[in-house]
């Protein structure tokens, strides 16, 4: 059973940056950010491979947020730029135990594991 703890998120003015993270209690391979804001059904962020090598971002967030992971520590990211109050939401991270280094995962149902979410407010 992999634990995952998400941290880094908080309330920040439009324009300003945050760095979330996710800590992993064992070795994951394809790992990915959700979202869910009030009203609104989760919905994929960005994946990014084992090895790195192979990242994904939703259209929304391509150009501003960056999906990096360090496999020493276990550890997720996901640096975010340029937010603007749409991006306002309970982030998740979510990951596998198991597969190829080179998968990723978009959708919801490929995750075996979540968080509990951390909360990002983007004040206008």
């Known amino acids: 059973q992999v634990q995952l703890v998400e941290s880094g998120g908080g309330l920040v003015q439009a324009g300003g940056s945050l760095r979330l993270s996710c800590a992993a209690s064992?070795?994951?391979?394809?790992m990915g950010w959700f979202r869910q804001a009030p009203g609104k059904e989760r919905e994929f962020v960005a994946t990014?491979?084992?090895?790195?090598?192979?990242?994904y971002y939703a259209n929304s967030v391509k150009g501003r947020f960056t999906i990096s992971r360090d496999n020493a520590k276990n550890t997720l990211y996901l640096q975010m730029n340029s937010l603007n109050p749409e991006d306002t939401a309970v982030y998740y991270c979510?990951?596998?135990?198991?597969?190829?280094?080179?998968?990723?995962?978009?959708?919801?149902?490929?995750?075996?594991?979540w968080g509990q979410g951390t909360q990002v407010t983007v004040s206008s």
């Open positions: 979510a990951a596998n135990s198991a597969g190829s280094i080179f998968a990723v995962a978009s959708r919801s149902r490929e995750y075996q594991y």
């Open positions: 064992e070795r994951t391979y394809a």
């Open positions: 990014i491979s084992r090895g790195g090598g192979t990242t």
